[in-house]
């Protein structure tokens, strides 16, 4: 068991570059060869339909998030908070950053706010188990259970706003409404319950009373508590965790009413699926929700499938460790187990390169662009396109693997018209990387035109090659946090 100040001196130590990742406390040899893996190669291995276009080294990454109203990318890692300029989404521009040592963040959110004095841009962090920011040393938190506005507003100097305490986890923060986010829900945990936080006053953000009834302050129930909200078009929340999925109504932001789950099959207690969940249903997204259709046939143009990734990075098999799925929303009118499995693949199941070895490779944080390509992270498996435009049939689309690398998000970048988001999306990804910290992709998407280029392509700003021609983060560091990476995703409880 570790200690806090334990803890708080091993991320500080990784965040610092301590020489040597593993001490007495860490399982020395399992680091070593963790650490040997992502040094065995510097070359990619990467598919057609895919060019790699920039690499970004500095950063610890783990997440990342756009801006609605300015053509922003704020990033999050280890070692701090990054604010970027995407207007040429190819070529990123760093223009500021928040010295913060952090674990975890594992998802970035951008939220905004228009006032009196124009558009309040920030970022919330969730804190999952240690902070500590050298421009903020009277607040060290140890332990987690905590909400941080970042303050965006100048991209060039982000700095931290305010604090709220949660009564659940934080490990992901998601604001409902990211054009005016005024609430937003914490990941909550495993039979207790999620937080909803008052975003109204960015100064003074404070937890919602589940029940005012009761003294302290109540969580909200959850079936399926225990890692992330992602809230679609039509106004649906859905939750994601070790009991599966569930979709609520959230009309009423501080009431949600929740609608149905994905039943035994989520939890993972299905034997007609075997699979299906062996650790946590990780990050959820229902493209199209505005159009959707109850008892239709499953498609995007109905609106009613449900893009799922379950992880299970505990397990080394890359055809066990975390699969990509669609899923069939069937109804939203109140039925208990209205959403049911259509097909889910593993990094095996992609067939593009040989399967990583003594790395995680679990699905993790993915990205759909509208016409059925998803961008998703596969830790050690790299960036994955994924064709899903038949949802009962997942094909793999490119890929692009490094061998000193861990991807944890893919995202598209957004098109931008006249400085605010759309709902389309480039053909450009970039990948969030905590060895190599922020990667920049051109995708040949079916049907513009392009091919494997940005639209307005800048071939001089390309690395033209590996970890072998950039400078990148330097493996002190990345070793470190890699292999506390190891230790502390360990730390999370999962289901007796």
Not at 15 to 28: E, G, R, Y
Not at 43 to 64: C, F, M, T
Request: net charge negative; aromatic share 8%.
């Amino acid at each position: 068991m570790f200690t806090k100040a334990l803890l708080t001196t091993a991320v500080i130590g990784a965040s610092l570059a301590v020489t040597t990742p593993a001490s007495a406390h860490f399982d020395a040899e399992a680091a070593k060869q963790r650490i040997a893996s992502l040094k065995a190669t510097a070359a990619a291995l990467e598919s057609d339909k895919i060019v790699h276009l920039k690499a970004n080294p500095g950063q610890i990454a783990i997440s990342g998030c756009f801006m609605q109203t300015k053509q922003l990318f704020v990033t999050s890692g280890f070692d701090s908070v990054q604010v970027w300029n995407v207007r040429r989404p190819e070529a990123p521009v760093l223009k500021g950053t928040l010295p913060d040592v952090l674990f975890e963040n594992e998802a970035m959110n951008c939220g905004e706010r228009r006032t009196r004095n124009g558009v309040e841009r920030f970022a919330l962090i969730g804190v999952d188990a240690v902070q500590a920011a050298p421009g903020d040393p009277e607040h060290v938190n140890v332990g987690g259970g905590e909400l941080i506005v970042v303050d965006v507003t100048d991209p060039t100097a982000p700095a931290i706003r305010s604090r709220a305490d949660g009564s659940t986890s934080t490990h992901t923060v998601a604001c409902v409404d990211p054009v005016n986010c005024t609430t937003a829900y914490s990941a909550g945990d495993d039979g207790v319950g999620f937080s909803i936080f008052d975003l109204r006053d960015l100064d003074e953000p404070h937890e919602v009373d589940a029940d005012s009834g009761e003294a302290d302050v109540q969580p909200f129930e959850s079936p399926t508590a225990g890692h992330k909200w992602n809230f679609d078009a039509a106004g649906y929340g859905t939750h994601t965790g070790f009991g599966g999925a569930s979709m609520w109504d959230t009309d009423r932001p501080r009431r949600p009413e929740l609608v149905t789950t994905t039943g035994l099959a989520g939890r993972g207690d299905d034997p007609e699926f075997e699979g299906w969940n062996d650790f946590i249903l990780h990050n959820a997204f229902r493209p199209n929700a505005n159009a959707f259709k109850p008892r239709s046939a499953p498609s995007f143009a109905n609106g009613n499938v449900l893009l799922v990734t379950e992880e299970d990075y505990e397990q080394p098999d890359c055809a066990q460790a975390g699969s990509f799925q669609t899923w069939w929303v069937k109804r939203l009118n109140g039925a208990d187990t209205a959403i049911v499995p259509l097909d889910k693949v593993e990094l095996a199941d992609l067939g593009s390169f040989p399967s990583p070895v003594g790395a995680f490779c679990s699905a993790h944080w993915f990205d759909y662009r509208a016409g059925g390509l998803v961008a998703a992270g596969f830790y050690g498996g790299g960036t994955q396109i994924l064709d899903v435009r038949n949802p009962r049939d997942i094909k793999p689309f490119a890929s692009s693997v490094w061998g000193a690398s861990e991807v944890w998000d893919a995202m598209w970048v957004p098109v931008y018209r006249d400085g605010r988001q759309t709902r389309a999306r480039t053909n450009v990804v970039y990948a969030i990387d905590l060895v190599r910290g922020l990667d920049v992709y051109a995708v040949d998407v079916p049907g513009d035109g392009r091919g494997a280029e940005p639209a307005r392509s800048d071939r001089a700003a390309r690395s033209g090659g590996g970890l072998d021609t950039v400078r990148v983060v330097p493996m002190g560091v990345a070793g470190g946090a890699i292999a506390l990476t190891g230790v502390l995703l360990r730390l999370r409880r999962r289901r007796a």
